[in-house]
């Protein structure tokens, strides 16, 4: 399975800042989603994030609230802009390596004050 | 959209025993299944997965079991090691994309040594 590698692993962040999250897979992989994980909650996704075009986002979720990079087949970034209280999650970075099995990264856990 | 939960919000056993996680799913179009571990501070890990061709599947120390008449699956982890403590979720997907890809709310399984 790939590894993958996310960073920062958590931050405290102030209400009306931005933070961008890194995801660096060791391998080439077609699709790369971000998922956000409420305190005691589910995952949800947040967009699938897609090589050299603009990501693909859920209802729910904007580009201009959650803009999402993806140069290359190896890495992507999230920024979570405008913060409030209500962001605070932790937010995943997933990919699929073509056997429909996800495999995630360690998170980053957010706290907004 | 149609929902993934599971019956039991938290379980507790002794190191030694088997363990059951149940999950109710209620879309009879979903065709494809897994289980995901997370412990604390990391990311959803990929235990086992089942197709909705298959009865049971067996993995090293799980089984899942799918019960396609009463829309059931269940995560048996025979021997139960307090390393297995974690939240375990199911999830499940029509195979439409992975904007089908639903996940459950997650049960804590607590392993006392």
């Known amino acids: 399975s790939a590894v993958i590698s996310q960073k920062p692993s958590r931050d405290i962040c102030q209400r009306g800042t931005s933070l961008t999250i890194q995801c660096q897979v060791d391998?080439?992989?077609?699709?790369m989603f971000w998922y956000r994980q409420q305190p005691g909650q589910s995952l949800t996704l947040i967009a699938t994030?897609?090589?050299?075009?603009?990501?693909?986002?859920e209802s729910g979720f904007v580009i201009d609230k959650f803009p999402i990079s993806r140069p290359n087949l190896t890495f992507s970034t999230l920024t979570v802009s405008n913060m409030s209280p209500e962001d605070s999650s932790i937010y995943l970075c997933?990919?699929?390596?073509?056997?429909?099995?996800?495999?995630f990264g360690s998170g980053t856990q957010l706290s907004v004050l | 959209g149609e929902s993934v939960g599971l019956h039991l919000p938290t379980l507790s056993v002794q190191e030694g025993d088997n363990s059951i996680i149940n999950c109710a799913y209620s879309?009879?179009?979903?065709?494809?299944f897994i289980w995901y571990k997370q412990e604390s501070g990391k990311g959803p890990q990929f235990i086992i997965d089942?197709?909705?061709?298959?009865d049971k599947r067996q993995g090293q120390r799980v089984t899942v079991l799918l019960n396609k008449t009463v829309k059931h699956l269940s995560l048996q982890i025979a021997a139960t090691q307090p390393g297995d403590s974690a939240v375990y979720f199911c999830?499940?997907?029509?195979?439409?994309?992975?904007?089908?890809?639903?996940f459950g709310k997650g049960t804590m399984l607590l392993v006392s040594p």
């Open positions: 994030a897609n090589q050299g075009s603009e990501a693909t986002y």
């Open positions: 879309n009879s179009a979903s065709d494809y």
């Open positions: 089942i197709r909705s061709n298959m």
């Open positions: 391998s080439q992989v077609t699709m």
């Open positions: 997933s990919v699929d390596q073509g056997s429909e099995k996800l495999f």
């Open positions: 999830a499940e997907t029509s195979g439409s994309g992975y904007s089908t890809l639903t």
